[in-house]
């Protein structure tokens, strides 16, 4: 199926006279000498020296071919067939283009082995009749077989659990005067972005709900090539130096001896090591809050946590720390039912992103930065390059840059999610680095892992991880390249090529901002950290300090909780005698939750007299601080139904809910047809069993006598009335369901004697707007208490 003929003449000329092959041979022969001549010497070589030549480098020096003949690897590169497609077009690497070159649809198409032969049995190996052995010579059951074999690639070593989309972001207006990096230079600029959301500890398999750190990771697809902003849900890290890492990873991971606890801090050796790392204080009150357990990957933010830097035009630089906020507000889960979801549903943010996607309910972050100079920083009470620290909001207000939105769900789980390969060191013209020790060791360790990950190097040519930016140097072969490079040339300088590719200079290129250290004694060869990173305590105290009761309690909890699992009492001591340095209260509730009879003496501080702090409260640290936009859109909420029900009012209230964009399920002891008091038919997608009440966001009990007595004879419905009161969420109770209330022992009133305003009793469907307001709210934690009576 040849398009079109050899378009070079092949017939042998005779004797004497210069075939047409010749010609074009010697031609080529006669340009490669013309352009190398055009490039007599190295023009650049002279500017390769000096400190100013290093901040702004020349441009590449290039000449142009007289034609593509010189520049080719083949003269027969105008030979086209169905496989080698058109001649390249010029400058163009169409290994790097839109994922539709390689999205594949089976629809309306046999099956093939992979060599493209159609494969006539899919359902039978190749046997030496009916009853006889296999044969060897089935090379299709042998293909099949051994592309199976090898179907697993190795886990992340961190944060192997992930989930991913795609979405674009969006510039709200040119940031020009701060920085070149592409997406931020005019107002509408749409930039496509991939995101992948993690834990850190747990294996590929492991719990959505688990607690821990959650991976914010969002790769920038800007036409100056990809920029990988590789951030968490929590603005600090346990650690400040890289050379760290592998020991805080080696403390959290499962025990090396039997791999237990698997994707969980709540044990010996992780809280061995945070306990010796005082500098781990201020990330543990983020990590025992209820941050680290979400609700959903579209209500937690999301940070770069290091301090970066934005370059402008002019290579002017000023520092700028990311921050995500999601517009549906910062919402977490409480711990009991983080516990129980593990359970019941262990992908709980993996669905609730695709069905919140796959439902048009986008999840939508605003970007934010907070940009201050250097000299700034330089009067800071902390050390911006000290990624155990923030900077307060009240010290450098955010300023909002642009949106994202995830609007697409991957095709492929492996092909996009799995083989996604982020990398801190993945900047753009206009992006640089701090000299944040924690982020120098980044730098190095993305692509370093990624190689054994994904099998050598070329991963960058994977389509999920190929930028939309063309890509063209002297970098060749190795594992799985994609790229068919044209020509001999494959280094710089040359003149065989034109000098192509060539430096692209400052102008365009990247270039590093030529930071230096300004205090002489700073200078030189060390191994130590500076004086202010010695302050371990103060902003661990700024954000217990700035969080509500009720959060505080929940930090306090949770210390208790991963404590109470530590086998060794010394380490309990440990950690106690350390949070006195934060918090003498949470120390002392943390040390009652324990049994402790005995405070342990504070641990000695390693910096003696910590300087001032610009601010002791920061209100924008509390999760209550980000309600959201005020609606239930992508909530779940529960309709409890049986036999008997007010079918006609259940349906309306399904409605009014869904029209608010909420999940609105019929839940029923048996999934299926549920027939009201009325006739009304409703559909219950959920059962008791199936969906317990720990799964949804809020919990409707209707009306009909009947239908409440069957609920009340299941046991079930108990516990999920229990679950939903204990976990503070939004009950409405109509009518006769009222009692289903007074059966599971809950209370119309708080602790405090006050009205609940998140239990709604209605005799009818007035009921419905106060139900929407309570949800809206989220959770009710007035009601809650520690222990829970209910
Ligand atoms: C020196 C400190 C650190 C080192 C050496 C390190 C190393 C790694 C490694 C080896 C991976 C697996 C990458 C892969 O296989 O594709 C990874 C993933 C990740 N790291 Fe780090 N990390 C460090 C600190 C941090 C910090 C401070 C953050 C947050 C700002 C962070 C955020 C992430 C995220 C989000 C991922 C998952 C990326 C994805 O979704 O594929 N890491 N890290």
Redesign the pocket.
């Known amino acids: 199926m040849a398009k079109s003929p050899p378009s070079r003449p092949t017939a042998k000329s005779a004797p004497g006279e210069q075939s047409a092959a010749d010609e074009i041979l010697r031609r080529k022969a006669q340009q490669s000498d013309d352009l190398a001549k055009a490039m007599p010497w190295n023009d650049n070589k002279s500017l390769e020296h000096g400190f100013s030549q290093g901040t702004a480098p020349a441009k590449g020096v290039t000449a142009q071919p007289e034609s593509p003949l010189p520049t080719g690897s083949t003269v027969s590169e105008a030979n086209t067939s169905e496989k080698t497609a058109d001649q390249a077009e010029e400058g163009v690497n169409a290994a790097h283009g839109r994922l539709d070159r390689v999205r594949a649809d089976s629809g309306g198409r046999h099956l093939t082995t992979n060599q493209g032969v159609a494969v006539a049995d899919n359902q039978n190996s190749l046997k030496y009749g009916l009853r006889g052995p296999v044969l060897l010579e089935d090379f299709i059951l042998r293909e099949k077989i051994t592309h199976f074999d090898h179907e697993r690639i190795p886990e992340?070593?961190?944060?192997a659990r992930?989930s991913g989309a795609h979405g674009y972001f969006e510039c709200y207006e040119p940031l020009t005067d701060l920085t070149r990096a592409a997406p931020f230079q005019a107002a509408g600029k749409v930039t496509p972005v991939f995101v992948?959301?993690?834990t850190v500890q747990g294996e590929r398999g492991s719990k959505d709900t688990a607690r821990d750190v959650r991976?914010?990771?969002v790769k920038f697809y800007t036409d100056e090539g990809n920029w990988d902003l590789?951030?968490?849900n929590m603005p600090v890290?346990f650690?400040q130096d890289?050379m760290k890492?592998?020991d805080l990873v080696h403390a959290v991971k499962p025990e090396p001896h039997h791999a237990m606890p698997q994707a969980a801090s709540a044990h010996d050796t992780f809280w061995d090591f945070v306990s010796l790392m005082p500098e781990s204080t201020h990330m543990l009150m983020w990590v025992m809050s209820d941050r680290a357990i979400p609700r959903s990957y579209a209500t937690m933010q999301g940070?770069?946590?290091?301090t970066f830097r934005f370059v402008n035009a002019a290579g002017e630089s000023v520092f700028v720390k990311f921050h995500w906020s999601p517009k549906a507000g910062t919402h977490s889960l409480v711990w009991d039912e983080a516990v129980k979801i593990s359970g019941a549903d262990p992908d709980y943010h993996r669905r609730d992103l695709w069905e919140r996607i796959e439902a048009g309910a986008y999840p939508e972050y605003e970007l934010g930065v907070q940009v201050f100079t250097e000299e700034q920083a330089d009067q800071f009470s902390f050390d911006v390059l000290d990624?155990t620290k923030i900077v307060p909001e009240e010290l450098v207000p955010i300023r909002p840059v642009g949106r994202m939105v995830l609007d697409r769900n991957p095709d492929n789980f492996f092909a996009e999610t799995e083989q996604?390969?982020?990398c801190?060191a993945h900047v753009v013209p206009g992006i640089d680095f701090s000299n944040d020790p924690?982020l120098a060791?980044?730098i190095h360790?993305?692509v370093d892992?990624?190689i054994s990950?994904l099998g050598g190097p070329n991963f960058h040519e994977i389509p999920i991880n190929a930028p939309i930016a063309p890509v063209h140097n002297n970098q060749r072969d190795g594992m799985h390249r994609q790229t068919i490079n044209r020509g001999r040339v494959s280094y710089e300088p040359n003149s065989l090529g034109g000098g192509c590719p060539f430096q692209a200079g400052a102008a365009q290129g990247f270039v590093s901002v030529p930071a230096r250290i300004q205090a002489e004694e700073e200078q030189g060869k060390v191994r130590a950290k500076p004086e202010k990173f010695a302050d371990h305590y103060t902003q661990a105290t700024l954000f217990y300090e700035s969080q509500t009761p009720v959060e505080q309690a929940h930090i306090a909890a949770a210390f208790r909780f991963e404590l109470s699992k530590v086998t060794v009492p010394a380490i309990r001591a440990r950690m106690v005698a350390s949070l006195r340095n934060a918090s003498e209260v949470l120390a002392r509730e943390v040390a009652d939750g324990l049994g402790m009879e005995e405070m342990p003496a504070p641990m000695p501080r390693a910096l003696a007299m910590p300087a001032k702090p610009e601010v002791t409260q920061s209100p924008a640290l509390s999760l209550m601080a980000r309600p959201g936009d005020g609606t239930i859109k992508a909530r779940r909420i529960a309709l409890l139904v049986a036999h008997g029900v007010e079918g006609a009012a259940a349906e309306r209230l399904q409605a009014t809910l869904s029209a608010e964009g909420a999940v609105a399920e019929f839940v029923a002891p048996r999934v299926g047809k549920v027939r009201g008091a009325d006739g009304t038919d409703l559909e219950a997608t959920a059962s008791l069993e199936n969906n317990p009440g720990f799964l949804f966001d809020a919990l409707a009990l209707l009306d009909g006598e009947q239908g409440v007595a069957t609920l009340a004879q299941d046991g079930h419905t108990m516990e999920f009335v229990k679950d939903c009161y204990r976990h503070c969420k939004a009950i409405l109770a109509v009518g006769a369901a009222q009692t289903l209330l007074d059966m599971a022992g809950v209370s119309t009133t708080t602790p405090a004697g006050e009205p609940d305003a998140g239990l709604v009793l209605a005799d009818d469907e007035d009921g419905t707007d106060a139900f929407v307001a309570a949800i809206a709210r989220h959770r009710h934690p007035e009601r809650e208490t520690d222990p829970p009576v209910v």
Not at 156 to 159: A, E, K, L
């Open positions: 992340r070593i961190v944060h992930g992948r959301f993690s991976g914010f990771a590789v951030g968490n890290f650690i890289a890492f592998p940070f770069g946590v290091h990624a996604v390969a982020f801190a924690l060791g980044r360790s993305y892992t990624q990950r």
